[in-house]
């Protein structure tokens, strides 16, 4: 996602923490500089320059799905044991907040990290390699944005990023780019619209099992790579190329983000709120 999904799964976990959560990571992510939640998950996608062996723990590649027609992950042989992936990286950040015996530093940087991969993870395209997450499947026509004028249809768009902030902001009626704070204000916005549907009506699938490896994150997987097949590719790559994505593509799909950013919240926090349970504040 881009940084106004990721403020909003952050802003929609915080709704849910428990005071013991609440106080964990209130002391792991304090900070004299104003930085809140939704900041903490972004943070991963600013470090990736920096920090390059980092950049394979946002997504998985499954070898053997093949989108629309095949959609797979198996486990563990879908992430490179040496790079990693975005399942291991959640596991393996689990531990490092879940041990109170790491340092303060690492035990942040594991829950800036977990912030951001929950929300990845529920984005469709970070669990397929086809085409590179779709980053290879381009050019994408977008809000009819003439060729001539450098607009998308004739530039580099991609699908990636059609799913990561184009379908995001026209859902909420937002600019393609905004700046910080009119990003916050937007993400808050739009957690508070999912929390209110959430205490109307929908109740999403909880899984908090962070003693069971990768169970519950294989899960969450293998439901956003289903989407894959469902929804992101289901018109076909043919089609997608020689449509317009901002009209009947992005009416059939909306919901589908919408849904997904309202998951990764709700199951953000439940995960978070069993590692406060079990690595309670020091005090
Ligand atoms: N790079 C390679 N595969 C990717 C994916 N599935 N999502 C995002 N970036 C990627
Ligand atoms: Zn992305
Ligand atoms: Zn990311």
Same mark, same amino acid.
């Given at each position: 996602?881009?940084?106004?999904?990721?403020?909003? %799964?952050?802003?929609?976990?915080?709704?849910?923490?428990?005071? $013991?959560?609440?106080?964990?990571?209130?002391?792991?992510?304090?900070?004299?500089?104003?930085?809140?939640?939704?900041?903490?998950? =972004?943070?991963?996608?600013?470090?990736?320059?920096?920090? #390059?062996?980092?950049?394979?723990?946002?997504?998985?590649?499954?070898?053997?799905?093949?989108? #629309?027609?095949?959609?797979?992950?198996?486990?563990?042989?879908? +992430?490179?044991?040496?790079?990693?992936?975005? !399942?291991?990286?959640? !596991?393996?950040? =689990?531990?490092?907040?879940?041990?109170?015996?790491?340092?303060?530093?690492?035990?942040?940087?594991?829950?800036?990290?977990?912030?951001?991969?929950? $929300?990845?993870?529920?984005?469709?395209?970070? !669990?397929?390699?086809?085409?590179?997450?779709?980053?290879?499947?381009?050019?994408?026509?977008?809000?009819?944005?003439?060729?001539? =004028?450098?607009?998308?249809?004739?530039?580099?768009?991609?699908?990636?990023? %059609?799913?990561?902030?184009?379908?995001?902001?026209?859902?909420?009626?937002?600019?393609?780019?905004?700046?910080?704070?009119?990003?916050?204000?937007?993400?808050?916005?739009? *957690?508070?619209?999912?929390?209110? &549907?959430?205490?109307?009506?929908?109740?999403?699938?909880? +899984?908090?099992?962070?003693?069971?490896? *990768?169970? +519950?994150?294989?899960?969450?997987?293998?439901?956003?790579?289903?989407? !894959? +097949?469902?929804? %992101?590719?289901? &018109?076909?790559?043919?089609?997608?190329?020689?449509?317009?994505?901002?009209?009947?593509?992005?009416?059939?799909?909306?919901?589908?983000?919408?849904?997904?950013?309202?998951?990764?919240?709700?199951?953000?926090?439940?995960?978070?709120?069993?590692?406060?349970?079990?690595?309670? #504040?020091?005090?």
């Amino acid at each position: 996602w881009g940084d106004v999904g990721h403020r909003t %799964v952050g802003y929609l976990a915080a709704k849910y923490l428990s005071p $013991g959560a609440i106080e964990l990571y209130g002391s792991l992510l304090a900070n004299d500089q104003g930085f809140d939640i939704s900041d903490a998950a =972004t943070w991963a996608d600013t470090i990736k320059q920096k920090m #390059p062996w980092s950049s394979p723990y946002h997504y998985i590649n499954p070898v053997f799905d093949d989108p #629309p027609n095949n959609c797979n992950v198996t486990w563990p042989s879908d +992430c490179p044991e040496k790079k990693g992936c975005v !399942v291991s990286a959640i !596991v393996n950040y =689990t531990s490092i907040v879940l041990d109170r015996s790491s340092s303060h530093i690492d035990r942040k940087n594991a829950t800036m990290f977990l912030l951001h991969l929950i $929300g990845d993870l529920h984005q469709p395209l970070h !669990v397929t390699g086809y085409k590179t997450g779709g980053n290879d499947v381009e050019p994408i026509c977008w809000n009819h944005e003439p060729p001539e =004028t450098g607009g998308s249809c004739g530039g580099r768009l991609n699908l990636h990023s %059609v799913w990561d902030t184009r379908i995001p902001h026209k859902l909420r009626g937002l600019p393609t780019s905004l700046d910080n704070p009119a990003e916050k204000v937007a993400a808050a916005t739009w *957690a508070e619209d999912l929390f209110a &549907r959430q205490q109307r009506t929908t109740a999403i699938s909880e +899984c908090d099992r962070i003693d069971a490896g *990768a169970e +519950c994150i294989l899960g969450w997987a293998r439901e956003s790579n289903a989407l !894959v +097949c469902d929804a %992101v590719l289901a &018109r076909g790559e043919d089609w997608i190329l020689s449509n317009d994505l901002s009209d009947e593509y992005f009416e059939e799909n909306k919901h589908v983000v919408d849904d997904q950013i309202g998951k990764a919240g709700v199951r953000l926090a439940a995960w978070l709120n069993a590692i406060a349970v079990v690595a309670p #504040p020091d005090d």
